[in-house]
């Protein structure tokens, strides 16, 4: 069974950073990208960065750019996000997300953990 | 950036009547076009891919069409666990989705 697991999240004033994780099984975890998509509290859905299965390439929404960085070690099936210089329009829910196509981005996403809440304080 | 526009933005639809749901595309995005399922509280889910592709354990009640700018998700017959918000994404240039259309009791 795939199964995506968050953590991390919490609250943090405007200037601060925070490392969010999660953790995969179920799967052939240096096969798929992985993606990165937040929501911010009673708003749609945002993606916000995506990391091949090899973890050799990334990519980053505009907004994001320069001040968060993906990450993963394939040997722990485990995903990073390190987000620098928060803001309060970075608070949101952040779920990981598996791609349904192996080796492929962009893709569907076809498992997505349950979220952890980032909470920037202004 | 592709602009994905979902109407309506509401849908009240009895239990067992059949739900149409539209997304647009602001240019062609082929067939690389999800849907996705999100109930209060949850993830979103992923029913149908490549346009009308449905994903894995979504029951045949769930149908998706159309290609370039123009997609429907058709729901059946609806049950009372179909009650939610439903989102289109695209994924021909990176991911963008559209605003939701809820579906909601009659």
């Known amino acids: 069974e795939v199964q995506l697991l968050e953590s991390g999240g919490g609250l943090v004033q405007s200037g601060g950073s925070l490392r969010l994780s999660c953790t995969a099984s179920?799967?052939?975890?240096?096969?798929?990208?992985i993606t990165w998509v937040r929501q911010a509290p009673g708003k749609g859905l945002e993606w916000v960065s995506v990391?091949?299965?090899?973890?050799?390439?990334?990519y980053y929404t505009d907004s994001v750019e320069g001040r968060f960085t993906i990450s993963k070690d394939n040997s722990r099936n485990t995903l990073y996000l390190q987000m620098n210089s928060l803001r309060a329009e970075d608070t949101a829910i952040y779920y990981c997300?598996?791609?349904?196509?192996?080796?492929?981005?962009?893709?569907?996403?076809?498992?997505w953990g349950q979220g952890t809440l980032v909470t920037v304080s202004s | 950036e592709i602009v994905m526009t979902q109407s309506p933005a509401t849908l009240s639809v009895s239990p067992g009547e059949r739900a149409a749901l539209s997304c647009r595309a602001s240019?062609?995005?082929?067939?690389?076009l999800a849907w996705y399922q999100q109930k209060p509280g949850q993830a979103p889910r992923l029913l149908i891919y490549?346009?009308?592709t449905r994903a894995t354990g979504i029951p045949a009640r769930f149908s998706g069409s159309g290609s370039g700018t123009e997609f429907t998700l058709t729901i059946s017959s609806l049950q009372s666990e179909d009650f939610a918000v439903y989102y289109c994404?695209?994924?021909?240039?990176?991911?963008?989705f559209g605003q939701g259309t809820k579906v909601e009791i009659k």
């Open positions: 997300a598996k791609a349904v196509e192996m080796a492929t981005i962009p893709s569907g996403l076809d498992y």
């Open positions: 179920g799967f052939t975890f240096s096969r798929y990208a």
């Open positions: 990391i091949s299965g090899s973890g050799a390439s990334t």
């Open positions: 240019q062609s995005v082929r067939s690389k």
């Open positions: 490549g346009a009308s």
């Open positions: 994404q695209q994924y021909e240039i990176w991911w963008t």
